[in-house]
């Protein structure tokens, strides 16, 4: 060895002690994302139908986004909005029946190049297969609540337990054994709330007898909105007996449209021992039923506290695995130095205008929850009043993992909020726009703005309809104010923002 490079070697090994840790410091991200989850089962949102005390503690450890929305209400589409950070039309997957160019860039393509490790477990449902992620285990399609098998990079596997649980395990595992000398990027996506609402076994006599409180628009007529009145999403009229309220009875004497596929594609899933707890609690529920005889508006209500019910459960078993994650960042010292963020896909409805499901741009689906805990950076109980959307993630994640945001990324980064920053600049409302029709649910296809204030949508393709909604006065969305005279220099400005 020369006698300079000896003299350089303390220098060297010092630079490059440097480096590594200046590595290690960076801050690791967990992005955790439910399918289906509503706000308003989320109680640092509200508190009127559960408690969730591990979700509300991201909330009072960090931020609570009181105005989080997305611009597509549907599932793949709203991925491919959170990796890509840019809107449908952009990324091209604009409906469900698509399949993702995985060869565009996204948010774990650029982390990973920046030398962070990247893993995702749960729901993907892009159809191809993911990229960016060092490790992978995802569900095929929208997967199925108990012993789900996962896709992995050359094969597919088998798993046993419940859905949620079973993606919690594997994240853990995977931070177990990840390398700790480099950052991480972890995407824990739950394949819960999403219809079936199939509880974990240990849930299914919690809440037997709770009440749940009825929404002001159970029972709404649709009156001025013939696209909310062409929906096939009703509580009433949509929601399966069997399929989705798990009235199957060994008579066969209810028969409905998905009776079939309840028993061929979403109970065949449990084993033998499953199968027994799980018969045994709705046999007790089904003959109950059959007696009940119930019909008109009392059927109704009956369906919604049913619906409810396990709906809630599988939130519960979200926010126990969510406790799991925290408990373990706290036994691990990784609390203060990893930013952890829960959103759902989208919002939902709990029986608001009468409905399941989500896909309009009318607030319960719009809406998603928005939690994200980063102690150095957010301060506890921080909240968030601003319009954000997810095309608003990938850049906020970039941002905090100190790489630079792209110039053609849409959305913009949440950091400035965090130091109290009051608005987003260029940011006077958000876009929406569904095209998901004609398929299941019969949702038209719309796109609109929403201001802080107001909300403007157009209903195309086989409808020419404009709806338009002061939220401050009518924030349930009830009266169109589409002809409204004293509405109208409000309504010529915005569509002149929702052309720009
Ligand atoms: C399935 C559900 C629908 C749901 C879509 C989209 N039907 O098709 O009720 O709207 O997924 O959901 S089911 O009979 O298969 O349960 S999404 O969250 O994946 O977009
Ligand atoms: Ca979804």
Known sequence: MSKNLILLLPVLLLLSCQQKEEKVDRPNIIFIMTDDHSYQTLSAYDKRFVSTPNLDRIAHEGALFKNSFVSNSICAPSRAVMLTGKHSHINGHTDNTKTFDGTQPTFPKYLQKAGYQTALFGKWHLESLPTGFDQFEVLQGQGVYYNTPFIRKDDTIASQGYVTDVITDKSLDWLNQRDTGKPFCLLVHHKATHRVWMPDLKYLDSLEDHEFAYPETLFDNYVGRDAAAAQKMSINKDMDLVYDLKMLDPEGE????????????????????????????????????????????????????????????????????????????????????????????????????????????????????????????IQPRLEIDELVQNIDYAPTFLQIAGVPVPVDVQGQSLVPLFGGQKEIPGRNGLYYHYYEFPNEHMVKRHYGIRTDRYKLIHFYYDIDDWEFYDLKDDPQEMHNLMEDSNYQPVIDSLKTELKN
């Open 254 to 377: 209810i028969q409905t449209p998905y009776r079939s596929m309840y028993e061929n594609s979403q109970i065949d899933n449990l084993d033998e021992n499953q199968r027994k707890i799980w018969d045994d609690h709705y046999n007790v529920l089904i003959d109950e039923f059959k007696k009940s005889n119930l019909t008109g508006a009392d059927l109704v209500k009956w369906k919604y506290q049913r619906y409810m019910r396990d709906y809630i459960r599988c939130v519960i078993s979200v926010d126990d695995n969510i406790g799991r994650i925290l408990e373990y960042l706290d036994q691990n010292n990784l609390a203060d130095n990893t930013l952890i963020v829960y959103t759902s896909d989208q919002g939902f409805y709990m029986g608001e205008h009468g409905w399941f499901d989500k896909r309009f741009m009318y607030e319960e689906s719009m809406r998603t929850p928005l939690l994200m805990r980063y102690p150095k950076m």
